[in-house]
T-cell receptor, first 112, second 117 residues
């Protein structure tokens, strides 16, 4: 069973609208949680990295939150654009070395 | 600013054939990684390297070998390809190990799409 579960699996939103993606993890302890954006046919690109002591971090229209007590994270996309169409991957650092556990991703489609 | 470059981008093999995937990074990173990405699953670590001349097994190393003879290159080999190795392979690099104290991201290449018939 994957230690990092993402929901929804996919979603479609209208351009200009907001959306929130969820990530639940069972990894313990962990040192950081990352969100990556992966465009079709490309490699993942880092959006945010949060340590266990941080509870929010922003990168432009992307805002990630972290609740280490409930082991939940979310990624909020504000005023979506067509270029936001991609898979968004939640990643947790799983051990003292920092090997990473990847979620399966949420596929976001932004329509005009 | 090439970053991480993977070659080839696409390849089709027959079962039992061998091949080598090449990863090159121009950022002087110490750490390099090979992942595979399969539908509905997260990326899984195959092998990684913490510096020139070093390699270590990841989560799914069976059927693969790696070498890091030069700091900038990390090679992934399939000695006898099997249909179960059909996947998209990603190479990544980072300046530090990916734990909380560094907080530095991994940089990924754009992948090699490998089909084994």
């Amino acid at each position: 069973k994957n230690q990092v579960e993402q929901s929804p699996q996919s979603l479609i939103i209208l351009e200009g609208k907001n959306c929130t993606l969820q990530c639940n993890y069972t990894v313990s302890p962990f040192s950081n949680l990352r969100w990556y954006k992966q465009d079709t046919g490309r490699g993942p690109v880092s959006l945010t990295i949060m340590t266990f002591s941080e509870n929010t971090k922003s990168n432009g229209r992307y805002t990630a939150t972290l609740d280490a007590d409930t082991k939940q994270s979310s990624l909020h996309i504000t005023a979506s654009q067509l270029s936001d169409s991609a898979s968004y991957i939640c990643v947790v650092s799983v051990d003292s070395w920092g090997k990473l556990q990847f979620g399966a991703g949420t596929q976001v489609v932004v329509t005009p | 600013n090439a970053g991480v470059t993977q070659t080839p981008k696409f390849r089709v093999l027959k079962t039992g054939q061998s091949m080598t995937l090449l990863c090159a990074q121009d950022m002087n990173h110490e750490y390099m990684y090979w992942y595979r990405q399969d539908p509905g699953m997260g990326l899984r670590l195959i092998h990684y390297s913490v510096g020139e001349g070093t390699t270590a097994k990841g989560e799914v190393p069976d059927g693969y070998n790696v070498s890091r003879l030069k700091k900038q290159n990390f090679l992934l080999g399939l000695e006898s390809a099997a249909p179960s190795q059909t996947s998209v392979y990603f190479c990544a690099s980072s300046i530090y190990r990916p734990d909380g104290r560094s907080g530095m991201p991994q940089h990924f290449g754009d992948g090699t799409r490998l089909s084994i018939l």
